[in-house]
């Protein structure tokens, strides 16, 4: 076929030839979607073309932006897998003069979500349609199946769903991990909210691990074992898998490679980009929070060696039932687990509020039961629970995650209690434990702080006997005025 022939053929056209474009253009067209590719270094076209594409008739290259523009069917479906930031803006700017009303142009990258609010507006008023969509699950997801979280431009979904949903890893179900998210930035939110998950996922299983090493004396391949066995039950999931494996995998020299690595963990920034989210709204993350300070403490290996030479502890030893304290763990794990993903549902649910986002809960869980880093059988209790209750406030609440964190209790207290004991450091576990217990307190220490603001700020404070919403300030020293903070500016 001519190339003029092939004009208007494409059902969605894709800039951006790395591999996780290569892989998502290939599995489109697996699905029989017929996919136009451009590249900013035009010679990737023919390159791809040629090798990992060859004898695939529904990839189409396009030379130039407005050959690439040719090719597509209308509406037109612009997929951009560029690098985050500035490339974006620079394509759409690019591609922006060969559109038309009613065309659509999707970012599949990492964008910070900011930034996908401020495209999808500013496009809607150019009368284009514009999603940016969380593409999780790496090279190998993005080529068998990924996780997909499009948000942007509500109009917009009709056009791309089949295409998404077709691609989409699916659950064991048959369902497709691919939903729509929200308006506006709410897709690339909700992947930034998974992969702050994923931090905390990780730092459990390394406080676990970590535990078995250096407090019950553990070797990988023993552990490699309670992994193995722990990937058959609730914590059945893909973190659990890899680290199964992970912990049996050999070094050259025969010796585990896990051990041969160094300590010090490298990090992209969507995990603090969730923390400062977090604070920005006033939702206590914690363990997110927790988990990127312990890769930020990891970095710190130099002065980590030294301190370890003048500051003593503990010996860790441990002289209890070590079969029964892996247990513990594997339910203090568990446990901690529910808290960062009730703590990762407040922020979703406090973001959507202040953003005016109508997010479906259910539907996250579901776009995160497969395909992506975080699947696992437990994200399957998240979407049940949702389903029962769509207005759920708080995973905590619901019967059954309100079972497990009283089944696990115990086990959860006696492991941060042992591990402080043997001076082991447990952010995870403890942080965990911790926002469990405020979360269910009635009653805080805030009366006193409140009492302290008061105090040295005349910040006022509402009493228990009297309706909310009425401000009191004492003159708590018998000098100074009567004055408080809302009437007096310092
Ligand atoms: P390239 O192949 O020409 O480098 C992932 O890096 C994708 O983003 C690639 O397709 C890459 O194009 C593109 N990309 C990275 N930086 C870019 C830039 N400054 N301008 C245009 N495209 C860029």
Redesign the pocket.
């Given at each position: 076929m001519e190339q003029s022939d092939k004009n208007q053929t494409a059902d969605i056209g894709l800039?951006?030839?790395?591999v996780m474009?290569q892989n998502l253009v290939l599995n489109m067209a697996d699905n029989g979607f017929t996919v136009a590719v451009f590249?900013?270094?035009v010679s990737?076209v023919d390159d791809f073309l040629n090798d990992a594409a060859k004898g695939y008739e529904n990839v189409l290259g396009g030379h130039s932006i407005e050959e690439f523009i040719a090719l597509l069917k209308r509406p037109r479906k612009v997929m951009l897998?560029?690098?985050a930031g500035?490339?974006v803006d620079?394509?759409i700017d690019l591609v922006l003069p060969h559109l038309e009303q009613g065309d659509l142009i999707i970012d599949g990258g990492n964008s910070h979500f900011p930034d996908t609010t401020r495209r999808t507006k500013h496009l809607a008023e150019k009368g284009i349609l514009y999603i940016g969509t969380g593409v999780s699950g790496g090279e190998e997801g993005a080529r068998r199946g990924p996780s997909i979280m499009p948000g942007g431009n509500p109009k917009a979904w009709p056009l791309v769903k089949d295409i998404f949903q077709a691609i989409a890893a699916k659950t064991p179900d048959g369902d497709a991990c691919c939903d729509w998210v929200g308006e506006e930035g709410a897709g690339h939110y909700i992947k930034m909210v998974h992969n702050g998950i994923e931090y905390g996922d990780m730092q459990l299983i390394c406080e676990a691990y970590q535990l078995m090493k250096d407090g019950l004396g553990m070797t990988p391949d023993e552990m490699h074992h309670v992994f193995a066995e722990w990937n058959t039950g609730e914590l059945d999931s893909y973190l659990i898998e890899i680290t199964r494996d992970i912990l049996q995998f050999k070094d050259e020299d025969g010796t585990p490679l896990v051990e041969n690595i160094l300590d010090t963990a490298g990090q992209k920034g969507t995990g603090k980009w969730t923390g400062i989210s977090a604070l920005d709204l006033g939702v206590p993350v914690t363990l997110i929070g927790e988990a990127v300070f312990s890769r930020c403490l990891s970095a710190m290996k130099d002065e980590r060696v030294q301190a370890s030479k003048l500051l003593t502890g503990p010996k860790a030893a441990f002289s209890g039932d070590k079969t029964a304290f892996v247990e513990d763990i594997r339910r203090a794990l568990l446990a901690s687990k529910i808290v960062s993903y009730a703590q990762g549902y407040m922020l979703m649910r406090e973001a959507a509020q202040e953003m005016g986002w109508h997010l479906n809960f259910g539907g996250i869980a579901l776009m995160w039961r497969g395909g992506c880093i975080i699947r696992s059988v437990f994200l399957g209790k998240i979407k049940a629970a949702f389903d029962k209750n769509p207005s759920l406030t708080n995973l905590l609440l619901d019967d059954y995650f309100r079972e497990v964190t009283g089944r696990c209790q115990d086990s959860w207290r006696r492991v941060v209690a042992q591990s402080v004991t043997m001076g082991i450091p447990v952010p995870a576990f403890a942080t965990a434990l911790t926002f469990f217990d405020g979360y269910r307190s009635e009653r805080l220490p805030a009366n006193l702080l409140q009492a302290q603001r008061d105090y040295f700020g005349a910040h006022t404070y509402e009493r228990i006997n009297k309706p909310r919403g009425e401000f009191f300030h004492t003159n708590w020293t018998g000098t100074g005025g009567k004055t408080s903070a809302s009437t007096y500016q310092v």
């Open positions: 800039i951006g030839l790395a474009g590249n900013r270094t990737k897998m560029v690098k500035n490339v620079q394509f």
